[in-house]
């Protein structure tokens, strides 16, 4: 892990607070990032409770929208697996409205996986700043000596309350925070990206996913596929029925759609991206196509757009495929001896095991049933 670029007593606790020997789920990073937001916004008395409840809408987007791992033995998945079971639109809500959700699910048996989320990483945090104390205690009696040393001690995050019910921000450290905020919220990026990239190593744009989906830009993939319709008649590969205003009566407007979710991609390039009808790319939402029903037909597509593109010498819009492996690469270069079975191929190589990381993940897949 990369130490803060500040030489202090706080900087250096920061990184042992979140040493990797010390970290066996995600726990002490959201409750920490947690923490830092308080002390960020001026707030020095957390309850814990509600810093419980930040950990949970922190790891909201990477886990709901993008499907990813916080580890084998972390509980945070079940929590928010309870939340969207309690209210399935919770998935499509905003983290920041998350609070009064989970505050207002008052079952005893929630409340008390809430509430043990707390008791070991409220106090474990603070080990850094007691290890020569705690040596030789046992796990059980561990909490309360970190308890009893917080209540007396400035230099530490923070003190814990005698009734563990809330925690105070102590000013040393309120003060460090506030004015590193950026270094401090940049380095706990970093070390939830490197946690997250850990646990799920074949996932692309781990950096992208700790935060809330962006705007999408699909001016480009617009220009690209009108020129290709320009040129080339399109069959909508989903529904196997020509792109003709005729079905855009019946299915909507032409749209873009991500073959491969963009929530797992997480890129808005050409080779990836298709024209369908509206209604048909609102049913697939983020799942993943059925490969196949749907990965030759898709290739075929491509392979008329990339042709069309080559024989209209609009190079330019080439640049995307590039990115898709170097055998591309090499066709692209070569482009008058360019091989439709050896340009699917390549699409192939790249498509299937997304998809395959994509299923192992949990998103779900997809196929069209004509109603």
Known sequence: MEILPLQSFEAIKLVQMLADKSMTNSYKIFWLRGIIDSAIEGKTVVNIEDNVIKMISEAWYPVTQYKLSLGKLDKIEEIIGEVLKRDPGAAIRNKDDLADTIKSFGAADFRSKINRLARYVTFRLLTPFYAEQLRGLSDHDKNRKIQELSQGDQDALYRISSKGTSLYINDRWATFIQKNRQVISGWSDHVLINYLQRRNP??????????????????????????????????????????????????????????????????????????????????????????????????????????????????????????????????????????????????????????????????????????
């Open 202 to 371: 074949n996932v692309p744009a781990i950096p992208l996913k700790i935060f809330p989906p962006m705007k999408r830009d699909l001016s480009k993939a617009k220009r690209f596929w009108g020129l290709v319709q320009e040129n080339v008649e399109l069959m909508d590969i989903y529904t196997k029925r020509p792109m003709t205003s005729q079905h855009t009566l019946e299915l909507g407007e032409i749209s873009i759609d991500h073959f491969v979710p963009w929530s797992f991609v997480q890129h808005d390039l050409v080779w990836n991206l298709i024209p369908t009808f509206k209604r048909i790319n609102s049913m697939k939402s983020n799942h993943v196509p059925n490969l196949n029903k749907y990965l030759d037909d898709f290739c075929i597509v491509q392979y008329k757009a990339v042709n069309c593109m080559i024989n209209t010498g609009m190079h330019k819009y080439l640049e995307d495929y590039y990115t898709v492996d170097q055998k591309m690469v090499e066709m692209l270069t070569r482009r008058s001896n360019f091989e439709k079975k050896d340009f699917i191929a390549a699409l192939k190589r790249t498509i299937e095991p997304q998809v395959q990381i994509a299923t192992n993940q949990g998103f779900l897949e997809w196929e069209y049933i004509d109603d």
